[in-house]
């Protein structure tokens, strides 16, 4: 999870290919009433099954996506003491959130970061970096870990698809609306559906699913401040604190993880002038500093 990239590339994939493919073979055009107005019940109820399989497909395909895309390598028998401890605290920490034992991997990037996906709770796929390994120290990481188990036993994947699923529906949905409005009204296509239907259907369904990722990115950045208070909970508010301001100090570092895995993950690459003014709308995580204080405030 990380991500909510590879979650929202796999979703936004899977969404055009169907979109395009059953738009090719004319299925829009059953959505008609006479060949001429939108049957609107129909509509939504295919963009409803549309866009929930799209998030549905991505859930389950998270863990494996995650191992593929980040070089995950499984830790399935400790090769030193650094992965044994891991190991066993990975396996304490998760019994003490109510979770099933996760699958546990470390992937290559100098960056201190870590992620966790999965469609199951006690199923679920935790993965931290080298760098984190490195740079912090044991009781750090061991917060980590405890954050990353925070958004496993709050069901953030889940609630992450669900969400996902009600805004693909709606994306769907009014994309084929204002396609229709475009080809009948400002083309004046009477009967079926032209050309330009199938091109304004395109372009508004990337242009929606770019301002819907904007109610996506706030339940991540609500879930992240959750997700501190379990690591707090779980490893203590000053390890959980600490962890959060030595990501601070290298937030500057260019991050190989982009914008791909850090729904869940830690931190987000760094800020440039258009975050500075829009930015935020689109952020997976809270600042630093806010995540910093609220945990402080407790």
Known sequence: MLRIGLFLLTNFAILLLAGTVLSFFGFDSIMAQNGVDLNLTALLIWCAVIGFAGSLISLFASKWMAKKFMHVRMIDQPRNETEQWLVNTVETLAKDAGVGMPELGIFPSPQSNAFATGWNKNKSLVAVSE????????????????????????????????????VN??????????????????????????????????????????????????????????????????????????????????????????????????????????????????????????????????
């Open 131 to 166: 760098g984190l390994l490195q740079r912090m120290n044991r009781d750090e990481v061991r917060a980590v870990l405890a954050h990353e188990l925070g958004h496993v036993a709050n069901g953030d994947m889940v609630t992450l698809t669900l969400i996902q699923g009600v």
């Open 169 to 298: 529906t709606f994306v769907l949905f009014f994309s084929r609306i204002i396609g229709h409005f475009v080809d009948r009204v400002i083309l004046k296509n009477e009967q079926g559906h032209g050309i330009g239907y199938f091109i304004s259907v395109m372009v508004a369904q990337i242009i929606l699913t770019i301002l819907a990722s904007m109610v996506v990115m706030w339940f991540s950045r609500r879930r992240e401040f959750r997700a501190d208070e379990a690591g707090a909970q779980l490893a203590g508010s000053a390890a959980m604190i600490g962890a959060l301001e030595k990501l601070k100090a290298e937030y500057d570092m260019p991050s190989d993880m982009g914008e791909t895995f850090t729904a869940f993950g830690l931190k987000n690459g760094r800020t440039g002038s258009f975050q500075e003014k829009f930015g935020h709308l689109f952020m997976s995580h809270p600042p630093l500093d806010a995540r910093i204080a609220a945990l402080r405030n407790k």
